[in-house]
């Protein structure tokens, strides 16, 4: 049994109808198996079919876990929907997240099919990374040069040029000027356990 499945100190959360149907609305739409997100999430298939029929209730840390395997929010887990707050996000509200030297500001909401960036590249970092992952992509340069590989072929963009790829195809972007380089970028990787990961390689890993 995983430590997720056998966590003594946070209790089920009561009276929560709509949770089971939730979460495997939530699986499916992120085209998630069973095995591959009970695997993600630390849990066996059966504890997670049982959490999704409704014969269990989960735990507050079980639906944190599970709704970063989704790409979404412990609300929408339970249901609960806020859509004027989720609609519009304000410049003032868009914290940076840096990672592998790249600043990340969200520039849409959480828990949706696509997820928009803003991003600055500097020079010279993760250049070197390629990335292979389940999904699209489209970047659109604000500022700056990009230079972007997708499987053999090379292109260098200039400010108001796009691209728009099937990420499985090997994909690498470098910032071509000193100063950087300065994007927006949207991604739909939600078909992945792995979508955290577009916020930079962590240690070993790779995308």
């Not at 993600?40 to 639906?63: I, K, N």
């Amino acid at each position: 049994m995983s430590s997720s499945e056998s966590q003594p100190s946070a209790g089920p959360v009561e009276d929560l109808p709509a949770v089971a149907p939730q979460l495997r609305a939530l699986r499916r739409r992120a085209s998630l198996t069973l095995e591959a997100a009970a695997r993600a999430a630390g849990l066996s298939p059966a504890h997670l079919s049982r959490l999704e029929t409704g014969r269990r209730q989960p735990s507050l840390p079980m639906l944190l876990t599970l709704a970063r395997v989704y790409g979404t929010t412990v609300s929408e887990l339970l249901g609960e929907t806020a859509v004027g707050r989720d609609a519009v996000v304000r410049a003032d509200e868009m914290e940076p997240t840096r990672a592998g030297g790249w600043t990340y500001w969200q520039a849409g909401a959480p828990g949706r099919g696509m997820q928009a960036l803003r991003v600055r590249v500097p020079h010279g970092s993760q250049g070197d990374i390629v990335r292979v992952h389940p999904g699209e992509e489209w970047l659109y340069v604000l500022k700056g040069r990009l230079r972007l590989r997708l499987g053999d072929g090379a292109h260098l963009l200039a400010p108001g040029d796009s691209a728009h790829y099937d990420s499985l195809t090997p994909h690498r972007i470098a910032a071509e000027d000193p100063d950087g380089v300065e994007l927006l970028f949207v991604h739909t990787l939600l078909q992945s356990p792995a979508t955290a990961l577009c916020l930079g390689p962590r240690t070993g890993e790779r995308t």
